[in-house]
């Protein structure tokens, strides 16, 4: 399981493969990303409109659903991209360590 | 009023000084288009933070939440939540392509001589309309804080833009965005926590979330600078008038394109109805957050970055730092509501930001803050504008006019000149007229163009340059087209079919995407290993 450098640089069928490897297992984690945050912060409207009685409830004296949209969605982005870009940079390294 | 005087010259001074040192590192072309790809994350994450956070962010997110209310709210999570997307799919590609500009990608990905023409194209006209509104915003933050007629913010701004794009490149203004990042961060949030601490939390609540109008607590005289319609919720008329007076007790009225909102209504993010409303929301976010995947100031500072992977790491930082500023427009919304409602009679609500600190805190205290909140704005106007004017520069010099590397570093200084007029010339003849659908536009067409065409270009081989072409092209006419039918047919952005018309990403970008797969299915491409290779091998290993 190695992939010698002048494969790749000579771009053969065999460094091909390899190629398409790492470029679907980053694809599959950049989806697998976009799906996560997507479905939190595409829920949350759906989630404010179907319990309006959110709004009576207040946290320091302003209402539950202004402090979830203004807090909650920046510190997932940021631990989101955190992860993604830790899982892709390992993905690289592995490629790495695969040519000779 | 002389102290934010002192504080915009202070800011501006800086800005100019730390452009003029960038100049002594400007010496080559690599240096003027891409800082030498040699900006570490952490400088290249403040100036890229630095460069998004517009006027829109700085006096816009608060000014439409005070017009509108609280739907507005969700207007900073679209814009951050396409930067992550630009981290998930494109950034370390694109930065691993080492081109120098957009219209270069397009070309070297897709070889077809008509590509980079169409890209050069679309990247000018995206960065001129999104560099109108900055300068406008800088004639009128000048106007509000100084009595300084409009051109002057306008033209004063222009100039220093312009000096230092043209003598320090790239590598020049990365330094004067990261530090704008900075004053920006501290002119929101330092006024805004004050505010709160002085004032021991959220004052009028009944007006802000409860069943109440904002109403005046004393009598007080409004004037206007010529006579508008008014309607007066109390009676429900609508009257032209030049001067208001209102009693202890009245409602304020509300200018043209206002609606008298109670704090319940006003304080809610979702809604059953109005802006508020689900299908507004989701238009909202799939706009701002397509539009910025394309907007090609942003997307040209990923190849400032030394390597792919640095590229990520800038970009999670950015996210930090957009999510740090973005707390802090809400407090301002917030703060108006209860402290400047005669902006809802005046109509200037976009600049609550700039009036909320002395309206809350008056004498001296307030004064600093007003000042500390009006520098912040300046610095707003001029990193955006500087971005936007590298993009022009680097298209203009490097795509649209080729010729040999000595003469590129000329004309990239002449052209952050030149190409500064025509936006400038154009803010400074709409001195009165609503731009915003300018901003829009420049939005709907990044997303409906370079958003499809970057994914698909990274990860799809089978693009063609005919179907990125047809695609390109289907989405900016279809978006164009929907925005204009808007505007003909005076739609209201409050129902849905006007939502969609405004924010035609929804449908243009579909539309783009499936035009650019069904061409591209027709002819497979050639030779496309060699360009699937630079941009998805890792660095070390790449020749």
Known sequence: ?100 | MTLAIVAVIAVTGAALGIGTYGVRFARTTSDLFVASRAISPWWNAAAISGEYLSAASFLGVAGLMLKFGASALWLPVGFTAGYLTLLLFVAAPLRRFGSYTIPDFAEARLPAPYMRLLAASIVLLISGCYLVPQLKGAGVTLRAITDAPYWVGVVIVSLIVALNVGLGGMRGVTYVQAFQYWVKVFAIALPALLLLIHLGGLPARAALFGSELPRASQPMVIELDSPQPLTFPDTGETRTVGEVRLAAGDAFPVAEGIAAQTGDQWSRPVAESGRGSPILIYSLLLATFLGTMGLPHILVRFYTNPDGSAARRTTVRVLGLLGVFYLFPAVYGLLGRAFTPELYTTGDTDSVVLRVPAAAWPGPVGDILAAIVAAGAFAAFMSTASGLLVSIAGTVSHDVLPGGRRRRRMRFRIVSVVGMIPPAALALATPGVDISVLVGWAFALAASTFCPLLLLGVWWPRLTAAGAAAGMLAGATVATGMIAAGLIGGVSEETAAGAILTQPAAVSVPIAFAAMIAISLRRPPRNVSAAMAALHVPEPVSP
């Open chain 1, 1 to 100: 399981m190695s992939l010698p450098s002048e494969d790749l640089d000579r771009a053969t069928p065999h460094a091909a493969v390899y190629l398409r490897r790492l470029r679907r297992e980053q694809l599959r984690l950049a989806l697998l990303s976009l799906v996560a945050f997507g479905g939190a912060i595409g829920a949350l409207p759906l989630v404010l409109y179907l319990m309006p009685g959110l709004h009576d409830a207040h946290l320091l004296g302003v209402p539950v659903p202004i402090w979830l949209v203004v807090v909650p969605p920046f510190p997932l982005f940021f631990f989101i991209g955190l992860l993604e870009q830790r899982r892709a940079d390992a993905l690289d390294e592995a490629f790495r360590d695969l040519v000779e």
